[in-house]
């Protein structure tokens, strides 16, 4: 049997649906603080979580752990290196909430352009303002630039060009054939969608590599009145710089991510950059609908089966990658015990890692076929050595993963 603990709170059908998956047993603690989790990750095999942190601490006091899931597409809050370094697999649901994302967005950029929050507030306090706020741009005709075109980023893309807007994106993977297929407009780089753009929306996911992306520097390229939208991650800009931006340049934000944001809900949190007139923002709750919490948490219970059926884990996120010149043993086989040990064995003398295996069995049980990827090529002489094993080898072969 194996011990699933939820950490965060989803839905309630969802719970029962993963409760009955046959060889498990289910526990929904959706309150866990990060410190209390390390007290009750003892006995649990898999791991499932939304905006709890999975620290160092927790990982090390998990001797059974052997699966963490980010019901959800970022893993940031999950210490994916301690995670790999003990062997356990970590997994995402990439693009189950990328629609709704898209439409926070979208919300944002409506409600700056239209200042709706701001108005609204008037409203309730009874005052009919009605020359002040009928001063918006339109959004007809202006150019969004969508900084990461993944599934959210495209998501914004569709919408965006319901709204009449002109649609420029950069992506390190978006090529202009690719380009010109989502009928956008590529720009070589964040450089140049800052300085066409007149709205600029991000999408792009946390690395160190990407944290405060949109800095000073960034923010100096773009227009008067650039309207900066960021449902992506708060590490992405740099808030002090946006907030001098928003004095300087007149930048209308709209944020549902934050820098140093509360690791848990309903707790306090302070920044200059919300009582700035220029400001419309929520809490981190890009993916919080309904549609998008049914369609993560199904991508959850989806790997969860393929793990306890086949042992297959869709979506890691931390397993080695293979190059393309990684090199393939391939070793046909009588399907007889101790083989494979004899192989191992030989490839233990030379010092030579496997990075990877596979072992398929034929019909009628008598032949089989293992295919290992090696830290590096063997000697000739190995070759030979297995060759000569002719009561157990059929035939040995060497390859690059992009031949095979």
Known sequence: MLNILVADRLPDAKIEEMGQIPGVSCDFQPDLTVDQLPDAIGPV????????????????????????????????????????????????????????VAELTMGLLVGLDRRIPHATASLREQRWEKKAFSKAD?????TIGIAGFGRIGQAVARRAKAFELNVVAYDLWLTPEEASKQKIQRCADLNELC??????????????????????ERFALM???????????????????LLEAMDSKGLRVGLDVFNHEPASGDKQYEHPILQHPNFIG????????????????????????????????????????????????????????????????????????IEGMSNIIFKEGKAAVATMELSRRPPDTVIAELEALEDKILSVSLTNSSDS
Request: charged residues 20%; proline residues 3%; hydrophobic residues 40%.
């Open 138 to 142: 339109g959004l007809k005709g202006k």
């Open 45 to 100: 095999h898999i791991l499932c979580v939304r905006s709890t942190r999975v620290n160092a601490a927790t990982i090390a006091r998990a001797k059974d752990l052997r699966l963490i899931i980010r019901v959800g597409s970022g893993t940031n809050t999950i210490d994916v290196s301690a995670a790999s370094e003990r062997g356990i697999y970590v997994a995402n649901c990439p693009g189950k909430n990328a629609i709704a």
């Open 282 to 353: 929520t809490p981190h709750i890009g993916a919080s609908t309904q549609q998008a919490q049914d369609a993560v948490a199904a991508e959850a219970i989806r790997i969860i089966r393929e793990y306890v059926e086949n042992g297959a884990v869709p979506n890691c996120i931390n397993l080695q990658q293979h190059t393309p010149d990684q090199i393939q043993l391939i070793i046909r086989h009588y399907n007889k015990v101790g083989v494979l040990a004899s192989v191992m064995e030989k490839l233990r003398a030379q010092e030579i890692n």
């Open 223 to 241: 227009k008067e009145g650039t309207i900066f939208l960021n449902t992506s991650r708060g590490e992405l800009h740099d808030q002090e710089a």
């Open 195 to 216: 300085k066409v753009s007149d709205i600029v929306s991000v999408h792009l996911p946390f690395t160190p590599e990407t944290e405060n992306l949109f800095n000073q």
